[in-house]
């Protein structure tokens, strides 16, 4: 009981400074407004069939089904919450060591590690349970049974509180990983990215998992939502049931993060080697650059292959590729899995977020990317044409086989494997790669950082006006053919001059732009300087 005290005043301060945070931003405020508002709309059915909806069918007599699905969006939603919570605690309070630092001179560390934890899932709860309570009381009112509403509500704040604990030890195990390594914080994106590929994954197969999960103690947390919903068959022994489990989890939980939280905050555990050599970008002739040379000239070739060492020494010249990526993953989860176009749409997605994603990265920052070398660059003697085409190719060699090639294969795999279908859609992806690099740099010259992003040993984001304006011209240039398939795809009717017509126009339209970029990425490139 001692440690409830401190605990409860570094959760409170912690709190008070997130509040004051996003208080002072507007868009963090309009964040933490629309996102939760957002998401009540949706599911408490005030926009489409939702919470309210199921109520009035069980109000009628089929209690059946809305329990089924109440039980479903139990299991569903408690990995989903899981999956945020290992997300947020990978690259959450286990990092910022130096936010505690006045508490852990103060108080004990069990104390800072239970008020971070506790800091933590009220921003999660805050964020997202909205739409939850929402939706407990919209079906409590389609049902007219207010004594619904009590284990709805209370049973998933429950769910929130219990998923945001639990999960709060991957945080710190993940940091003593990365630190343990001695791992850049390009590791700690890194994880974070494969983290939400795998919430996007789970999120494709949730009814595949809520049906494995069925025959598991989890399936007892639809007990503790529909406990007190009169009729709808549920169990208050498996209710108390899961709400001792949980208990138990939760304490089990924080006394791993404490212990890990010492590892962590004071061990001493690197056990790997942070020495690497390097080799000399443009002085040491190599096999890549060898074989590049031997198709493109020599200072292109070099070029491509300095780019691509920048990038795998500095990831974060790929900041916003990976946006991109979880782009086709909405898409496809709105559209396809989730909406009313056939599997055929899934070809198109896969072509237009990878060229999306491969123009996100060096080349939307061409200057940015170079740091302090950019003054070297400017004043090598190499032509902007040289320099342009370089960072071109250095996108397109690898997302050429990559973006058309995972076209090409959804099409011949999940698509009719028509053959006009799968020739259209290698045109439609084969116009977007070519046009993605060209487009980028065009607009990262035009839209360079400034003056910090671009010397300085931190390599900064691109220009939030040049990933805006890319991301639309990339929309509208992709919009013709992305139609014309959709079409195909959503009746299931092959419309050859429609199919043709679309496709056609974004290709033309993808040569004649990529073609102005061109000239307007080397035109910039030749009139700047660093004064």
């Known amino acids: 009981m001692r440690t409830a005290g401190p605990a409860v005043v570094v959760t409170r301060t912690a709190l008070r400074q997130t509040y004051r945070k996003v208080r002072e931003s507007p868009r963090m405020t309009a964040f933490f407004v629309l996102i939760p508002a957002f998401f009540a709309l949706q599911i408490s059915g005030v926009v489409g069939p939702g919470a309210y909806d199921l109520g009035r069918q069980f109000a009628s007599g089929d209690a059946a089904e809305p329990v089924a699905r109440v039980r479903a969006v ?16 990978a690259g959450g309070n ?15 560390t069990r ?13 999660w709860t805050a964020l997202f349970w909205p739409a939850a309570l929402t939706a407990g009381v919209a079906f409590a009112l389609g049902a007219g049974e207010p004594l619904a509403a009590v284990s709805l509500v209370g049973g998933s704040l429950w769910l929130f509180v219990v998923a945001g604990v639990v999960t709060s030890p991957v ?9 343990g390594y001695d791992l850049s914080k390009n590791a700690r994106f890194g994880l974070g990215v494969g983290m939400l590929g795998l919430f996007y994954l789970v999120l494709f197969t949730r009814e595949y998992v809520s049906t494995a999960l ?6 007892w947390a639809g007990d503790l939502l529909l406990v007190t919903v009169p009729g709808a068959g549920a169990s208050p022994a498996l209710a108390g049931g899961f709400l001792a489990v949980s208990l138990a989890l939760v304490v089990v939980a924080v006394a791993a993060s404490v212990a890990l939280a010492e590892a962590v905050w004071y061990g001493d555990h690197t056990v790997g080697s942070s020495d690497e050599s390097d080799p000399t970008e443009t002085g040491i002739e190599t096999p890549v650059r060898d074989v590049l040379a031997s198709v493109v000239p020599r200072p292109t070739a070099t070029l491509i292959d300095v780019t691509w060492r920048r990038a795998k020494r500095t990831p974060k ?32 997605i896969v072509a237009f977020a990878g060229s999306l994603a491969a123009g996100s990265g060096f080349t939307l920052n061409p200057l940015g990317t170079e740091g302090d070398a950019l003054p070297g660059l400017l004043t090598s003697g190499l032509a902007g044409e040289t320099v342009v085409r370089a960072k071109a190719l250095a996108v397109a060699l690898p997302a050429m086989p990559l973006v058309v090639g995972a076209a090409l294969g959804v099409a011949l795999g999940a698509g009719p494997r028509l053959p006009l279908f799968v020739a259209a859609v290698g045109a439609f992806a084969v116009s977007l790669v070519l046009l993605a690099p060209l487009l980028s740099l065009a607009l990262g010259m035009h839209y360079p950082p400034d003056s910090e992003g671009l010397l300085g040993t931190s390599v900064k984001i691109p220009n939030k006006s040049a990933s805006a304006v890319y991301t639309l011209g990339m929309v509208a240039i992709a919009a013709p053919g992305f139609g014309a398939i959709g079409v195909f795809a959503l009746s299931g009717r092959l419309d050859p001059p429609t199919l043709v017509g679309g496709v056609g126009v974004t290709v033309l339209a993808a040569l004649a732009v990529g073609r102005l970029a061109y000239r307007h990425a080397v035109a910039e490139l030749d009139g700047y300087s660093v004064e």
Do not use: C, N
């Open 214 to 219: 069925s025959v598991t103690p989890l399936s």
């Open 171 to 179: 945080g710190f195990a993940a940091r003593w990983v990365l630190d």
């Open 111 to 123: 104390a800072v590690v239970v008020g971070s934890v506790a800091r933590q899932t009220a921003v």
């Open 74 to 89: 139990a299991l569903s939603g408690l990995v989903l919450l899981s999956l945020m919570g290992v997300l947020g605690a």
């Open 317 to 348: 010249m790929l900041w916003y590729v990976y946006p991109g990526i979880f782009v086709g993953l909405v898409m496809g989860e709105q559209l396809v899995y989730s909406g009313p176009f056939s599997a055929a749409m899934y070809p198109p």
């Open 94 to 108: 286990s990092e910022f060591k130096d936010r505690y630092v006045a508490f852990l001179t103060a108080t004990s």
